[in-house]
């Protein structure tokens, strides 16, 4: 089945880096579009980032403003998200997604 298992996240100052993995299976890796999506307290989910199957068609949300970098494996299986300049309003629970599947959530807090 299809899964989606993520690792990294944390607590860091504002300003600091942290980078998020996720490791998918169950599915074709090398043809989907996969999305990082966060979902801060009180308020929606939002698209943080998202990337085709062949590397390219990066997006990313506006507020990114050039902070992140999201990535992938194909090797692996694996997608990233190198988040860097963190500021206080990055706080929130970010997924990996793909499609309808979801992974189990990763708690990023930036505070001093």
């Known amino acids: 089945q299809v899964q989606l298992v993520q690792s990294g996240g944390g607590l860091v100052q504002p300003g600091g880096s942290l980078r998020l993995s996720c490791a998918a299976s169950?599915?074709?890796?090398?043809?989907?579009?996969m999305n990082w999506v966060r979902r801060a307290p009180g308020k929606e989910h939002e698209l943080v980032a998202s990337?085709?199957?062949?590397?390219?068609?990066?997006n990313y949300g506006d507020f990114v403003k050039g902070r992140f970098t999201i990535s992938r494996d194909k090797a692996n299986n694996m997608v990233f998200l190198q988040m860097n300049k963190l500021k206080p309003e990055d706080t929130a629970l970010y997924y990996c997604?793909?499609?309808?599947?979801w992974g189990q959530g990763t708690q990023v807090t930036v505070s001093s």
């Open positions: 997604n793909t499609v309808s599947y």
């Open positions: 990337i085709g199957g062949a590397g390219d068609n990066v």
């Open positions: 169950g599915f074709t890796f090398s043809i989907a579009v």
